[in-house]
C-alpha cells in the first residue's frame, strides 16, 4: 500500500484530496496507496483504527494517538489546504452508545451549549487548554490535552474525539472512492426488495403504510443515482437513505442503520444477526444480554456498530465496571481492572 512516486502535479488531478497518509519506516516518509479508505474510517468518530496491508504484513493504526502496533513504523496525516482555506472538523463525545457531535441534538433530546464549530475555534486559540459549555443545567469542561470532557458535578469524564469531516469528492478520487460495489452495476433480473436493520436484528423491509417510500420507489431512485441520496418520513421522522455508505441516518439524533438491496422471488424467513460472545472466568462462552442483570448492549447492539466500523470499538458498562469491546482484536477490557477476555462473534 506505500507510493512514493505520487509527484504534486499528480495530487493535482485529485481537488477533492487535501489529505495524505504516509508510513515511515526507516527513515524515509512513503506515501499509503488508495489512503481515502484509511480517511473514511478516520472521518468517522467512532472509529478507533484500522487495520491495514503493507509489504511487512498488517499494521494497525490507531486513530486517537496516532501511532502505530509496530514501535519501528511511524504514521502521519498530512494537509494540503490551500492559503486562507480551514478543514471542516467535527468534535464529538463519547455517549452511552453513540458518538455525538456538540452542538447536535442527542437521542435524549438534549443538546451542548457549544458547537462543533465554537470548540474548534478554542481549540485553534490554545490547543493545551480548556472550555466550559453546559448541558441542560449541567455544567462541563472539555480538556484539549486528554480530550476528555467532565461532569462538573459526578466528576465522570467522557471521551471526547476531533475528526475532519469527509468532503464530497470530485473528479478522478470521487471515481474511486464513490463507486457502487460491483455487485450492484447490473440490477439482477426479478424482484428487488429494499431493507433495513430493525431494533430487534431482524432485516424489515420499507412499506408505503410506515414509511414514504416502498422498495420500488427507492429501486426507482437508486436506478437514477446509484451514487445519490434519498430524504423519506416514517413515523413523523426524517431520513436520508445513503445509496453509496448502504445507511440510513435520522436527519434529527444521526442514528445510523444498515441497508441492504436484495433479490428475492419468495419470501423466506427473516435472517438474524450473528451472535457475541465473552469467555467468562469460568471458560464458558456466554451471550452478551442487555438489562436483567446483564450489561448495557446486546449481542444485537453490538453487531449494528460492528457493521458501521469492523475496524473500532464499543464501550459498555455493567453494573460494576466500564468496559471497552475492541472489534480488530476481538477482546473486551475492563477499564478499571485491565482484565481482558476474548470475545467471538458467531454466524447462525
Not at 471521551?159 to 470530485?170: I, L
Request: with cysteine; net charge positive.
Amino acid at each position: 500500500m506505500l507510493d512514493s512516486r505520487r509527484t504534486e502535479s499528480q495530487r493535482r488531478m485529485l481537488p477533492a484530496k487535501h489529505f495524505e497518509w504516509q508510513l515511515k519506516s526507516g527513515g524515509q516518509w512513503q506515501n499509503i496507496e488508495n489512503d481515502h479508505v484509511i480517511e473514511t474510517h478516520y472521518c468517522h468518530p467512532g472509529a478507533k483504527g484500522i487495520t491495514i496491508n503493507t509489504t511487512s504484513g498488517k499494521l494497525f493504526i490507531n486513530f486517537d494517538t496516532l501511532r502505530t502496533d509496530n514501535p519501528y513504523t511511524s504514521v502521519q496525516r498530512q494537509s494540503f489546504l490551500s492559503s486562507g482555506q480551514t478543514e471542516d472538523v467535527g468534535w464529538f463525545f463519547r455517549g452511552d452508545c453513540l458518538w455525538t457531535e456538540f452542538g447536535s441534538q442527542s437521542p435524549d433530546g438534549s443538546k451542548s451549549s457549544i458547537s462543533s464549530r465554537d470548540v474548534e475555534q478554542q481549540f485553534q486559540l490554545n490547543p493545551a487548554g480548556s472550555v466550559g459549555f453546559t448541558v441542560g443545567a449541567v455544567g462541563y469542561s472539555l480538556d484539549f490535552s486528554t480530550k476528555t470532557q467532565t461532569n462538573l458535578v459526578t466528576r465522570m469524564t467522557r471521551k471526547v474525539r476531533r475528526r475532519p469531516k469527509y468532503p464530497a469528492p470530485t473528479g478522478l478520487f470521487a471515481a474511486s472512492a464513490l463507486a457502487p460495489p460491483p455487485q450492484l452495476l447490473a440490477p439482477p433480473p426479478g424482484q428487488v426488495k429494499w431493507e433495513f436493520m430493525g431494533d430487534e436484528g431482524v432485516w424489515t423491509e420499507y412499506q408505503p403504510h410506515v414509511c414514504s417510500y416502498s422498495s420500488a420507489d427507492i429501486e426507482a431512485a437508486f436506478q437514477a443515482d446509484r451514487q445519490g441520496q434519498l430524504t423519506f418520513s416514517a413515523r413523523r421522522h426524517s431520513y436520508t437513505l445513503d445509496f453509496t455508505g448502504m445507511f440510513q441516518i435520522n436527519n434529527v439524533f444521526k442514528t445510523k442503520r444498515t441497508v441492504r438491496r436484495t433479490h428475492h422471488t419468495s419470501s423466506p424467513a427473516a435472517p438474524t444477526l450473528p451472535r457475541w460472545q465473552f469467555q467468562d472466568v469460568d471458560g464458558q462462552w456466554k451471550d452478551f444480554v442487555k438489562g436483567n442483570g446483564g450489561g448495557s448492549v446486546s449481542s444485537q447492539d453490538i453487531e449494528l456498530q460492528y457493521q458501521q466500523d469492523p475496524s473500532g470499538s464499543l464501550d459498555f458498562t455493567t453494573r460494576q465496571f466500564n468496559y471497552e469491546l475492541n472489534f480488530a482484536a476481538m477482546t473486551q477490557s475492563n477499564l478499571s481492572t485491565n482484565t481482558r477476555r476474548p470475545v467471538r462473534r458467531l454466524n447462525h
